[in-house]
């Protein structure tokens, strides 16, 4: 199985950055997105940004669109997610997650099935 694991969420103040990180195991040739998602109580769960492991090609959510930034180290098997300029609004809990060729079932974001997926962190930022 695919295995991730967050880190670096925090509180900072609106207009401040944050750095997730996420360590990917598993299937390493079988991986073809990687992408954060973020969720609120009673909220259902928003893609934030991905990356088409194969291609390095991104999206991003237009709530976020110039003040995050999704980056992934193939060799080192992390992705990041560079947040910047944040508002209240970000506030919530940060999942990362993986698509994987050959799982069927789960999130559909950006032509990806997101199957895998890590224990969240949480981000609060203060206005």
């Known amino acids: 199985q695919v295995e991730l694991v967050e880190s670096g969420g925090g509180s900072v103040q609106a207009g401040g950055s944050l750095t997730l990180s996420c360590r990917v195991s598993g299937y390493p040739n079988r991986r073809y997105c990687l992408g954060w998602f973020r969720q609120l109580p009673g909220k259902e769960r928003e893609g934030v940004a991905v990356?088409?492991?194969?291609?390095?090609?991104?999206d991003y959510a237009d709530s976020v669109k110039g003040r995050f930034t999704i980056s992934q180290d193939k060799a080192k098997n992390t992705l990041t997610l560079q947040m910047n300029s944040l508002k209240s609004e970000d506030s919530a809990m940060y999942y990362c997650a993986a698509a994987i060729t050959g799982h069927f079932g789960g999130l559909w974001q950006w032509g990806c099935t997101f199957g895998g997926w890590g224990q969240g962190t949480q981000v609060t930022v203060s206005s």
């Open positions: 990356v088409r492991i194969s291609s390095g090609s991104t």
